[in-house]
């Protein structure tokens, strides 16, 4: 585990905000909102290099921390070592995770296993650990993120379908649980959403790239800034009355026929 500095100032702060994977894509997008609008945001991943280059990109009000969530018994130092040089954690984003396409057959259990493992359990422990420092002040936000393959079936990503559909439900129950104690918890399930990869992907597959666009009323791709944008409302006061939400930001594609 290692940091980039730490803040110069530990008297009133803004609010703080934990992202993992927010080294890139909608994790840095999200990181990138947060710095925008002020709030302190440590950036969690398993590569270092990436995320001293988002640093760099993001400026002084972001800091990072290299950990690998998929080993769940780092956490609690990880969690404790930010809450010691922040003071606080105010937004945590579970952003980090990881997809494998294989035949449904072909899938070995230490596959699927360690899919739900950087999925699941470590958005479980992670969660744990801050909201443990939450629960003192009584307040807190909470945001997941979901996928599409929760919302419907889709051949090829048996594993990673199952651990979105068990964030969906972590999220509910985690709302219900922690909004008595002030800790509000949402998820937020992105549609196909712009980078070169998804691009590239989509532009070499004429049949999928017509299912894709014909099933999405908007007609096009969104923006990875589209998820920043609903994880800073949110995160926010302005959804301070909303929480076991699970928001698809997708241009209409889960509703799509």
């Given at each position: ?7 110069a ?7 703080v ?9 909608l ?17 969690v991943?398993r590569d ?23 080993a ?28 494998m ?12 296993q360690?899919v739900?493992?950087t ?17 003192q ?8 993120i979901?996928s ?12 990673y379908?199952?651990?979105k559909t ?7 129950a ?13 998820a937020?399930?992105p ?9 590239k ?6 049949e ?9 009323p908007?007609?096009?791709?969104g923006q ?5 944008e609903?994880?800073?409302?949110l ?23």
């Amino acid at each position: 585990m290692s940091s980039k500095n730490t803040p110069a100032d530990s008297g009133d702060r803004n609010k703080v905000a934990i992202v993992t994977g927010g080294g890139s894509g909608l994790g840095f997008a999200i990181a990138e909102k947060f710095v925008q609008n002020g709030i302190t945001t440590i950036i969690v991943g398993r590569d270092e290099q990436k995320l001293k280059t988002a640093k760099e990109q993001l400026g002084e009000n972001c800091f990072y921390k290299s950990c690998d969530l998929s080993a769940l018994s780092t956490i609690p130092a990880l969690i404790e070592n930010i809450i010691a040089e922040f003071g606080q954690v105010d937004i945590l984003v579970n952003n980090a995770g990881i997809n494998m396409k294989k035949e449904f057959t072909e899938v070995t259990d230490e596959e699927f296993q360690s899919v739900i493992s950087t999925n699941v359990s470590s958005v479980f422990s992670i969660s744990r650990e801050v909201v443990k420092n939450m629960l003192q002040k009584k307040s807190g936000c909470i945001i997941n993120i979901s996928s599409m393959a929760a919302q419907y079936g889709l051949p090829k990503v048996i594993a990673y379908s199952a651990s979105k559909t068990a964030i969906d439900g972590m999220t509910r129950a985690m709302a219900v649980e922690l909004s008595p104690m002030g800790i509000r918890v949402n998820a937020i399930a992105p549609g196909f959403i712009y980078s070169a990869m998804t691009d590239k992907a989509l532009n070499s597959d004429p049949e999928r790239k017509a299912k894709v666009f014909g099933r999405t009323p908007m007609g096009h791709m969104g923006q990875p800034a589209d998820i920043g944008e609903a994880a800073l409302f949110l995160a926010g006061d302005g959804a301070k009355y909303i929480t076991g939400v699970v928001l698809p930001v997708d241009g209409g594609n889960s509703i799509g026929f």
